[in-house]
């Protein structure tokens, strides 16, 4: 048994088996908004149920296995859209890009989780389709952490990493498994990643 994947196996199974009762708890809330027994509270479930199922899906694709499938636009984008709606950072897709390999989106999505945490404010980031990735552009104010994306860009070592940085060990993981290159700017208040 191959078990080189055995963590992305994990997280593939975990998140398959979590989306289940959270629509369960959004189907549950629709039925009593129905029924009339709405109010802030059930309001307030129904809100941290889609952020919930928002998550999984989204953590089921950046940390989950890639396999060999093809992931199409809608639905990637949906997903990316759904997991920051939330958050103070917006995504905006310049443009379609029709189906890319799964293990691409992924790599998108890692990048997406370390751009967040180089914009801690916010702000908007670009996503620009290219015939081998993406380019992602922000002009909102950076902080970044230059041994993390040292690390991305190079692959240099990474002394201390916990669960908040894991986003740049896998991004640079699975660069190197894809043999995808990628390039990393960040001054200030300009961001800009392409692979």
Known sequence: MQTDNL?????????????NPIGAINNGVELMTE??????????IGQSADTA??????????????????????QARRVALDMFAPTRLRLDFRAEWG?????????????????????????ELACTPTDTGWVLESNAKTAPDPELWEHIRTGAALDNIGSAQIQFWLARKLAVETRTEISVQIDGSALRIAF
């Open 53 to 74: 199922r928002a998550k999984v899906e989204f953590f089921r694709i950046a940390f989950g296995a890639a396999g060999n499938g093809m992931l199409g636009y809608a």
């Open 7 to 19: 963590p992305e196996l994990i997280c593939s199974r975990i998140c398959h088996d979590l989306i």
């Open 99 to 123: 189906e890319r390999r799964r293990a691409l989106v992924k790599l998108l999505y890692l990048l997406l989780l370390c751009c967040e945490k180089a914009l801690p404010r916010g702000g």
């Open 35 to 44: 029924l009339g027994g709405g109010g802030p509270e059930l309001e307030l």
